[in-house]
């Protein structure tokens, strides 16, 4: 345990697989969260013979599970005695709704409230070994989410169509940035700092439910639009950069890491407060046979 260590989610594709093999290339040994055995063992290969001195250990868990998150985050706690950084990175836009065996709406289990789980089972062993950073992934997409209600919001499980799931993925982008603001009143910034970022588009498998997505993908690609490399390096940045060693609480662009506010309306810190207790209150609620 002599390197850095850094436990980062969805990094065997996308965003988070860029930013895991630039932490590894920058010394870091990784803890990498997956749900897929056999692309968790893909990238294991794939890292290890790109970066030869790579050191990775895979933790396997279905983010979508809050009960799998806690696990997973209590494993890790149990495996790490020091976390230097925690990557909240992977997420989900679904085109239609899809109830999880917890009877919560798949994408805001993904995107924000299995987060909220892992971030929590690690905040002690963050705290311990401080200073120490997490980086929460959001969107440009929280501009569209039109209106917050906590309560109402985490719970909505209703049927949706293709169009209004842009909303609703916004709005659990929304809830990422709201959370990150009220997580960094709560934490003593001397030892952890809390900060996310807006990767802008990215080419990546984020909206693999959309009938085509793979062709189109292929397509921009091609043409060099929506390179994840800008997305994941903000990531990196929010992660590793001495500039933000002590700013706690930001939320950050992807175009040369402007500051950014929190869209309206999860600006106000009561409504952030609300939306804590009320993630509080349903994460309980989940653990409770």
């Known amino acids: 345990m002599n390197r850095p260590l850094a436990v980062i989610t969805g990094a065997t594709s996308g965003l988070g697989r860029i930013t895991a093999f630039e932490l590894a290339r920058r010394g870091y040994r990784l803890g990498v969260v997956a749900r897929s055995r056999s692309r968790a063992d893909a990238f294991l290969s794939e890292l290890r013979s790109t970066v030869g001195d790579a050191e990775a250990d895979v933790f396997h868990a279905d983010l979508g599970l809050v009960s799998q998150a806690r696990r997973v985050g209590e494993e890790i706690a149990a495996r790490?005695?020091?976390?230097?950084?925690?990557?909240?990175?992977?997420?989900?836009?679904?085109?239609?709704?899809?109830?999880?065996?917890?009877?919560?709406?798949?994408m805001t289990a993904v995107n924000y409230l299995g987060p909220f789980a892992l971030t929590q089972a690690l905040t002690h062993t963050l705290s311990a070994s401080g200073p120490a950073r997490i980086v929460n992934v959001a969107s440009e997409a929280a501009q569209q989410a039109g209106t917050v209600s906590p309560a109402r919001d985490l719970r909505h499980t209703a049927p949706y169509t293709r169009r209004e799931s842009m909303a609703l993925y916004g709005r659990t982008k929304l809830m990422t940035i709201m959370w990150t603001r009220e997580l960094a009143r709560r934490l003593d910034p001397a030892k952890v700092t809390v900060n996310c970022c807006d990767p802008g588009f990215n080419?990546?498998?984020?909206?693999?439910?959309?009938?085509?997505?793979?062709?189109?993908?292929?397509?921009?690609?091609?043409?060099?639009?929506?390179?994840?490399?800008?997305?994941?390096?903000?990531?990196?940045?929010?992660?590793?950069?001495?500039?933000?060693?002590?700013?706690?609480?930001?939320?950050?662009?992807?175009?040369?890491?402007?500051?950014?506010?929190?869209?309206?309306?999860?600006?106000?810190?009561?409504?952030?407060?609300?939306l804590w207790a009320e993630t509080v209150a349903l994460l309980a609620g989940l653990a409770t046979p």
């Open 203 to 274: 080419a990546t498998g984020l909206g693999r439910d959309l009938p085509g997505s793979a062709l189109l993908q292929r397509v921009l690609n091609t043409l060099r639009v929506g390179d994840p490399r800008k997305g994941a390096g903000i990531i990196v940045r929010l992660a590793t950069d001495p500039t933000f060693a002590h700013t706690s609480g930001g939320y950050f662009s992807v175009r040369g890491a402007k500051p950014l506010e929190c869209p309206e309306p999860g600006r106000d810190e009561r409504v952030q407060g609300e």
């Open 80 to 106: 790490y005695p020091r976390l230097d950084v925690l990557v909240n990175n992977a997420g989900l836009h679904a085109f239609s709704q899809r109830i999880t065996a917890e009877g919560v709406a798949e």
